[in-house]
């Protein structure tokens, strides 16, 4: 009995012992759970020899920019060593090392060895992953590694500090899909590395994919896009200033950029000029180049612009000899001097086979070269250059060696230098509204000058004696000539597409004239303005008219394909825009129920990018003066074109302001320091804008606008809404349930800012499109100028009442 209870006593000793282990294992195994579930900084930002990285350990930069370690990506099962921004969300991954082999567990381990090479190793059979010694040769005999607050990692000889500009090893040096700001994108000429983009397969696999992006130094260096052999997109050569086949790539706010061209290295580089901006430059798994932005309020990637802008970018579209313009249609021409290569493939829109020379080349020594401008250079795989040589010597060589095609200088900056020969087969050419290069092509000694045109013919247009009523000894009428290329339609091509002026074919008239649509004989629809006998406008406004947009170019301006001028005509032939003017849907009751507000919206945007281009990225500087909603134009797609240029001034250089005995605009529009003291600058066109979008919110007109309590026009009643926190009661009531309120108001905000009474008040037009595309707070607008209330300090007691009601651009010759 006694052994009886003791056995069981033992039992009950045994089972409450079990229990308690079998409790401390899962306790223990919970703890491990959290443990492996959370990442733990490894140290500062270094690792020394023999050092190891684990799967929850991290290396983080100084100013904790950047991360370093073990991670697994999106709904992938495998693992991989890879750098990452430390504080955005979603681990926005930038570099990584193992991408073609990657752990399936985590049991992986990162070592720094004593040689100075970085391994990664799989801990349960010791294999090595990867290695940085594949990459690199160099023995480091007391290695240190660090992150740096670049995201760039190095590997360097203790005591030589890491200040030094070439590191060991530098992950900088083997890019993955991403280039960050002093990253050297190309080649080090001296050691062999070849720093190039290579895209991801998919966002959950980082492994290689068909995509590459490199610059190609077979000839003069440029940047190529590869789908696999396939050349997708190319860069154009280094001009001196950016790539020319890459527009958008300009001056700005967050960046700088450079092209290094020497002995020893050839690279692209850029860095920030804001420090606090977040941007990269990545090529998608779908083989896109693009540049992104941290947006911190939306705490996301914005897109900010990518190299390839539209079909013309893709990798010789034309064929040899062939150019590319969008604003065509078909988009694909030869260029002068040239004819298809097959006329019946041309014609069926294929037009790979190019084009050749109309007269072919036999190495006459009469043979010469004709200029062609706006151009995006060829591909430069099959040429030679020399960096000090002058355009005259560049020539010279070109024309001594029958195998060369074509010239150029390497750099346009300044006065030009260097040359650049081309040998063979000119491919992929772009031609640009503007801002293109120039290219010297060899042609026959019959085609040097030579310009023919089936349809035009294209030649000096010549402008002289501007009649003496018109001078007025006003600085903005030169004496000068001035010689414009532009193509001619003769009087009688237009009398045809215009079925002679028919009233059934008159689409308006303005202060110029009357304007009628008509139709080529290849079914091309156009607007022809034609200059009125009795017209308050006359040959200057004409003039200035096809000075101030023939080489504009912009998807938000009026296209001007051509002019006439033959016996008492004057004409100008726009591009036809189906919808005409704004005015006839925002201020017609049946009409305005179509314009909803996205589009309206649409359209302000639109407009604002419009006056962008002419205020900042146009040729010259042009300041549009006569602003209003009779002068946007709306295309098929509601898209809005700003129009008429009759009274436009360009400025060139750093000019901002200019001033006038000659005030012309339309009143309603006009800034009050114009038409007061006739003082006009970009803050001018800025007031106007201003008068635009209050009417497009509002659906009534600024001039004629009288409000039945308290006698405000639109500006005047606008302001006061404001005040009172009551904007919304200013939206037209046919926008009904499609307005977007906080837009609405950040538009009607953005729209008194532009209408203040000061000109150094108002913002330029690159603050109003961020103004109106960002969610931060706005700057209260002062006191409007020209408007009927409380106070009239901003009203201008001139000639306002006196000009007449309708819209038409009116000429006041101020004595003063």
Known sequence: ??????????????????????????????????????????????????????????????????????????????FYVGIWYKNLPNKTVVWVANRNTPLTHTSGELTLTLQGALVIRDATNGHVVWSSANSSTTSVKKPIGQLLDTG????????????????????FDFMTDTLLPGMKFGWNLIKGIDRHFTSCKSVDDPAAGNFTSRIDISGY??????????????????????????????????????????EKEIYYQYNLIQTSVITRLVLSPSGRPERLLWSESKQEWSFY?????????????????????????PACSCLKGFEPRSPHQWRNIDWSQGCRHSIPLDCDPAEG????????????????????????????????????????????????????????????????????????????????????????RRGPLQFTGTPEHEQENDPENKSDDEDLELPLLGLSTLVTATNNFSVDNKLGEGGFGPVYKGVLEDGQEIAVKRLAQTSTQGLHEFKNE??????????????????????????????????????????????????????????????ARGLLYLHQDSRLRIIHRDLKVSNILLDKDMNPKISDFGMARSFGGNQIEANTNRVVGTYGYMAPEYAGDGTFSIKTDVYSFGVLVLEIVCGEKNRGFT??????????????????????ELVAKCLGESIDAPQVLRSIHVGLLCVQRHPEDRPTMTSVIHMLGSEGSLPSPKEPGFYFGESTQGFYEGSYEASSTNELSITTLNGR
């Open 1 to 78: 009995m006694f052994l009886f209870k003791y056995c069981k006593s033992v039992t009950i000793y045994r089972m409450m012992e079990e229990r308690i282990v079998i409790k401390a294992k899962l306790i223990f195994g919970f703890l491990i759970v959290i443990y492996t579930s959370i990442t733990c900084p490894f140290a500062a930002d270094t690792v020394s020899a023999n050092q190891t990285v684990r799967y929850n350990e991290t290396i983080i930069s100084a100013q904790e920019s950047f991360e370093l370690g073990f991670f697994r990506p999106g709904k992938s099962m495998n």
């Open 221 to 262: 260096p440029e940047v190529i896009l590869r789908d696999g052999q396939e050349i997708l997109f190319r860069s154009g050569p280094w001009n001196g200033l950016s790539f020319s086949g890459t527009p958008n790539l300009k001056p700005n706010q967050y960046f700088n950029f450079t092209f290094v061209l020497n």
């Open 546 to 607: 096809v000075i101030s947009i023939s080489k504009l170019q912009h998807r938000n301006l009026v296209k001007l394909l051509g002019c006439c001028i033959e016996r008492a005509e004057k004409m100008l032939i726009y591009e036809y825009m189906p919808n005409k003017g704004l005015d006839s849907f925002i201020f017609d009751r049946s009409q305005s129920k179509l314009l909803d507000w996205p589009t309206r919206y649409h359209i302000i945007i639109g407009i």
């Open 707 to 728: 409000h039945k309590e308290h006698g405000h026009n639109l500006i005047g009643h606008a302001w006061g809404l404001h005040k009172e926190g009551t904007s919304l």
């Open 152 to 171: 760039n990692f190095i590997i360097y000889e203790e005591g030589e500090g890491i200040s030094q500009e070439d590191p060991k090893w530098q992950s």
């Open 369 to 456: 070269f004709n200029k062609y401008s706006n151009l995006k250079l060829p591909d430069t795989r099959e040429s030679w250059y020399n960096q000090t040589m002058t355009l005259v010597e560049c020539e010279k060589m070109c024309k001594s060696n029958c195998s060369c095609t074509a010239y150029t200088n390497t750099n346009i900056s300044g006065t030009g230098s260097g040359c650049l020969l081309w040998f063979g087969p000119l491919m992929d050419i772009k031609t640009y509204a503007e801002n293109g290069d120039t290219l010297y092509i060899r042609v026959s000694a019959s085609e040097l000058g030579n310009v023919s045109n089936k349809r035009t």
């Open 305 to 329: 612009d990518a190299p390839e802008t539209d079909a013309c970018d893709q990798y010789a579209l034309c064929g040899p000899f062939g150019s590319c313009n969008i604003q065509n249609s």
